[in-house]
């Protein structure tokens, strides 16, 4: 039984974490409010994980960190101000004990891609949040620590709320109420279910021969946002409700006066046109393959259904 420390307890963090535990792998998972989910073998401590003080006692004897927390808004200036603050904390941490770090990663670094999304296209994005992405990947390319970058398209999945196809796609889609989504609804687009992303970032920490590089979550087929939708509404038992489509134009326009519409808008070109990622290479290497859409949107209905009946 190895140590694993996992910061953050959003969807990602929270997945690796409950992952590792069922497999038998002791954990230690730092939030700042110590929350997450409850297991024998999850060690929930409060830590600020970008203060490098409060990680000596955390990293202790670690043989990996899946650093997993994000910025406290979805805004280029907050992230390059705490990001690369907590990461430099982290690998110089992760280094001193000898442990691996693997980071869940986006595609932003990639920028506006004609054709399909594989790991050899150059990762070299420059404005806004896609070019803090590129940062941090520099960043983590110059650490003396081992990494790996394992990236995702858009999430979808169990606990995913804070996305496309989180809880602006489905409770709306359970509801009956109109479906509006970003772009046009008939361009093919991935999607990557968070339970797959989360154990290819096992699998690439107990493999020293994928440390130093960049990978890609195993990920189904893209489909269109209106067949996603109607995925959702099948595994609901529900009619597919109307569709309507949010052009990215008008995301734009409205940014000129709210800067959290131009936040959306920079990421906008992902759903004006296809947004297809290839995993194909980084699934032969990490031995896994995607849970199919139809299993994974099956599973993520019933949380979200679970979900529901709680709150009742």
Request: hydrophobic fraction near 45%; include cysteine.
């Amino acid at each position: 039984m190895s140590v694993h420390v996992v910061t953050g307890a959003g969807p990602v963090g929270a997945t690796v974490a409950q992952q590792l535990a069922d497999a038998g792998e002791q954990v230690r998972l730092l939030t700042r409010s110590g929350s997450g989910p409850v297991h024998p073998l999850i060690d929930r401590r409060r830590v600020d994980v970008s203060r490098p003080d409060a990680l000596v006692a955390a990293f202790a004897g670690a043989a990996a960190v899946h650093h997993c927390i994000h910025g406290s808004a979805y805004d280029a200036r907050v992230w390059r101000a705490e990001l690369p603050q907590a990461e430099r904390a982290v690998l110089d941490a992760a280094g001193r004990v000898g442990a691996v770090v693997v980071f869940p990663e986006s595609l932003y670094s990639y920028g506006p891609v004609d054709g399909t999304i594989a790991e050899d296209r150059p990762r070299t994005a420059t404005t806004g949040k896609l070019g803090v992405r590129t940062e941090l990947l520099a960043q983590r390319d110059a650490s003396s620590t081992p990494t790996v970058s394992v990236a995702a398209s858009d999430f979808y999945g169990p606990m995913v709320r804070t996305a496309h196809a989180g809880e602006r796609m489905v409770p709306t889609v359970l509801a009956g109420r109109t479906m509006r989504v970003v772009g046009s609804p008939d361009q093919p687009h991935s999607f990557t279910y968070v339970p797959d992303l989360a154990a290819a970032m096992i699998a690439a920490a107990a493999r020293p021969e994928l440390w130093n590089s960049f990978l890609h979550a195993p990920t189904a087929p893209p489909v269109t946002q209106r067949r996603l939708v109607e995925l959702v509404a099948e595994a609901g038992g529900v009619p597919t409700p109307r569709i309507s489509s949010v052009p990215v134009g008008v995301l734009s326009t409205a940014g000129l006066v709210s800067r959290s519409m131009r936040e959306m808008a920079e990421t906008g070109y992902m759903f004006a046109k296809p947004f297809v990622m290839d995993s194909s290479a980084s699934e032969e290497r990490l031995g896994l393959a995607p849970t199919t859409l139809a299993d994974g949107v099956a599973r993520t209905v019933a949380w979200w259904r679970a979900e529901q009946v709680a709150a009742a």
